[in-house]
């Protein structure tokens, strides 16, 4: 006779487990990591600062309605406070929207190159994803349209995407609004938005401030370095800040994270020193990549998707080796459907140095 045991809902055995970054070398050397998109420059010191003067009040629950950090987004970005929902990462904040939105027979859509957690996140809770095809590695508002069916719950856009760095401007945003059925969400994923400068985008206020079903996701893992922290905030049609509200937990923001979020959300001066470290060393890197030969596709954001020639002594696996062997640590990209590509993030003037220079012997190498 068969035993017993507890069985999960359909679906969520179908969940290959998200593989985040590598950051450890087996050595125990000190690695260069550009695996995760985190900033060269960490957090602001005033947000270090912040986070240390809590330090004294761990014994108390923090307060479950992160005031002081809704006060600081809403002063920086003009929003109204009761739409803004603060979660632990942005991770947790899709994951409740899917949650909140979607069931078994539901269909919510993302793009073929994606953010790798939408997946994970519908098929857990026992809805069906449905995969738009991209044209050169971009969001394809058509092909996004037409995969839209009665069961469609919910669209997810990373915009600017990751891993591709690719965007969409705000008039395909629109359009991709306009397209879709009232009922759908339409959630833009803005996690790189601080990083992109381009006159035709827009991360996503201005569509939640003026439509009654798109939301947007931001982070402070990125840009404001508190990784370690897990925050994100959300700004939101006011109906669905009652729904995350609800189901979130009473006090799923920490003390330390209210306080370091909130100063760094008012430190202006370190973001846009980042945006600015970024926008030197983006392009150098990426020019460096494409005097060695390699492929890289167009990024807006805090990486490059680097191509590699398909070729086991040239390819994208063996430069990821030669890397490690140098202790540079870059994202493997094969479960975002890209085996031939990596994905490097901007370091330190140094690290980039180092990146090109490993990768410059790696291809003499291989063509040796
Ligand atoms: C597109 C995108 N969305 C969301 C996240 C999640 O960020 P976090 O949970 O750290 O806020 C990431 C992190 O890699 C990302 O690349």
């Known amino acids: 006779m068969a035993i017993a045991a507890p069985q999960p809902r359909p679906g969520i055995l179908d969940i290959e487990p998200y593989v985040p970054g590598e950051s450890l070398l087996p050595s125990g050397v000190t690695p260069i990591k550009l695996s995760s998109n985190e900033t060269p420059l960490g957090p602001s010191p005033k947000a270090v ?55 078994p027979g539901d269909e919510a859509i993302f793009t073929r190159h994606g953010f790798l957690l939408y997946r994970i996140i519908i098929l857990a809770n026992g809805a069906t994803p449905v995969v738009a095809p991209e044209k050169d590695l971009r969001a394809d508002v058509a092909a996004i349209l037409k995969r839209v069916s009665e069961r469609t719950r919910i669209v997810f856009l990373a915009n600017p995407n990751n891993p ?25 994923d803005a996690a790189y938005a601080e990083y992109v400068q381009r006159n035709d985008y827009e991360a996503g206020i201005e569509l939640v401030a003026t439509t009654n079903n798109t939301l947007m996701t931001r982070t402070f893992s990125k840009i404001h370095g508190l990784a370690a922290l897990r925050l994100g905030w959300a700004y939101c049609p006011e109906a669905v ?44 890197l990426a020019a460096e990549m494409e005097k060695l030969g390699l492929k890289v596709t167009p990024s807006v954001a805090n990486f490059l998707l680097v191509h590699f020639p398909e070729s086991a002594k040239s390819g994208a696996h063996a430069a990821d080796a030669f890397l490690k ?23 330190t003037e140094a690290d980039n140095r180092a990146v090109v220079a490993a990768l410059s012997d790696f291809v003499e190498g291989a063509a040796a």
């Open 49 to 103: 600062a912040a986070y240390r003067s809590v330090a004294g009040e761990l014994d108390r629950y923090p307060d479950g309605a992160s005031t002081a950090l809704h006060a600081a987004i809403a002063a920086r970005y003009g929003l109204a406070r009761e739409r803004i929902v603060c979660g632990a990462g942005s991770d947790e904040l899709l994951s409740l929207i899917a949650h909140a939105y979607l069931g």
């Open 164 to 188: 591709t760095g690719t965007y969409i401007s705000f008039d395909e945003v629109r359009s991709l609004r306009e397209g879709l059925p009232g009922h759908v969400l339409l959630v833009l």
């Open 241 to 284: 800040a009652g729904v995350l509200n609800r189901i979130r937990g009473p006090f799923n923001v920490s003390t330390p994270a209210i306080a370091a979020g909130a100063a760094a959300m008012e430190d202006v001066e370190h973001v846009e020193l980042s945006a600015k470290h970024n926008a030197r060393w983006l392009p150098w």
């Open 325 to 347: 062997s140098r202790a540079i640590i870059v994202r493997r990209v094969d479960a975002y459907g890209l085996p031939h590509a990596l994905r490097i993030t901007v370091g």
